[in-house]
């Protein structure tokens, strides 16, 4: 195969700001370390967590590229010492600890998996960082079952659509909030059981008259939500905080969360160590994979941009109107499919 270009395009944040402080420049492409492969990105998604690393508060962990980037897929070009399960040549996605927006990116080799078959490559990058947060926090974490009530918010966004579809398709009821119309008709497209406007209606008096609370809440929301969430906890519900769109700094009465025997976690899934995150992508290959391939499950891609459009990417994320994911595409990739 051709040798590796020693420099590549990447997409960077000069200091921390808006979306205006992200441009094009150039960086040496990385190599793959032990327990790595080197991935010529064919997309990246952009994520909310993206977001917040650009603003100066989420700094990436220790070894961690600087760049932005949770979520890769494209071909496998390099294979580090130790790793068995890939081949140069291999088209992955992959769960990344940064580094997305660029030409190249190294990943551990455990957290990456097989482009589901029927599916390009550009879908599959939107996959890794909503699947791997919704497989480990509502169904390893919070333990979703079959029969129980899943409640979402923000159910037409990443999260939202991937977590309405799995709570579908392993046979939960699925309630979901969002407005407007648009959202809600998509969020019933994708198979939630009720749809509630939040500009119209009451999230908490609508789980409680028609299921009797729900059994698992995902929050992004936070705010005011984490309250009502509360008082639309069943008894014994599972609360999972995984951002604060409207804040994280609330005054709340925390007497129904020992009279409903409520647990209200959270987490974030770039902290956590690598072989849980490996534990994470070998559950989806075998239970989730499956339901990709069948169409049972599907990526949601709202907005496809070059990477030197990654200001507008996350311009357009952070007015909160997309639905599904957004993806970055290495400039000369994107050209040439234009």
């Known amino acids: 195969m051709a040798s590796l270009p020693s420099e590549m395009d990447v997409a960077e944040a000069r200091g921390a700001g808006g979306p205006e ?38 700094p990436p962990p220790a070894g961690a590229s600087d760049l932005l980037g949770l ?40 957290h990456c998996l097989p482009i589901p078959k029927g599916m390009s490559l550009r879908d599959a990058a939107g996959l890794p960082e909503t699947f791997f947060t919704v497989w480990s926090n509502i169904f390893i974490g919070a333990g979703l079952k079959k029969g129980e009530t899943l409640l979402v918010h923000g159910g037409a966004g990443g999260i939202g659509t991937t977590a309405i579809q799995l709570g579908h398709a392993f046979g939960a009821k699925v309630f979901a909030t969002d407005s407007p119309a648009a959202r809600c008709d998509l ?4 198979g939630a059981d009720r749809v509630i406007n939040y500009e119209t209606e ?69 902290s956590r160590p690598a072989d849980f995150k490996a534990r994470v992508a070998r559950e989806l290959r075998e239970h989730v994979w499956p339901l990709l391939e069948s169409g049972a499950v599907k990526p949601v891609t709202q907005l496809v ?18 639905t599904g994911k957004i993806l970055l595409v290495p400039d000369r990739l994107f050209q040439a499919a234009s």
């Open 21 to 58: 402080i992200l441009s094009l420049g150039r960086r040496p492409t990385p190599t793959a370390g032990t327990g790595e492969v080197l991935i010529e990105v064919a997309a990246a998604g952009v994520n909310g967590p993206d977001m917040m690393q650009r603003k100066g508060l989420y």
């Open 71 to 110: 979520e890769v897929a494209g071909k496998i070009v390099a294979v580090g010492e130790g790793v068995s399960d890939w081949r140069v040549g291999d088209s992955v996605t992959a769960l990344t600890n940064g580094g997305g927006y660029a030409d190249y990116c190294a990943v551990d080799a455990r």
């Open 187 to 190: 969020c019933r497209e994708l």
């Open 202 to 270: 009451d999230f908490v008096e609508i789980v409680r008259k028609e299921a009797g609370g729900a059994d698992v809440i995902l929050d992004i929301v936070g705010g005011p939500y984490i309250e009502r969430n509360i008082k639309a906890a069943s008894p014994g519900g599972r609360i999972v905080q995984i951002a604060f769109a409207l804040g994280a700094k609330v005054e709340i009465n925390l007497m129904p969360v020992m009279l409903k025997r409520l647990v209200y976690t959270g987490s974030t899934l770039r």
């Open 305 to 322: 941009l070059p990477l030197s459009a990654a200001a507008e990417a996350h311009a357009t994320m952070e007015r909160a109107g997309h």
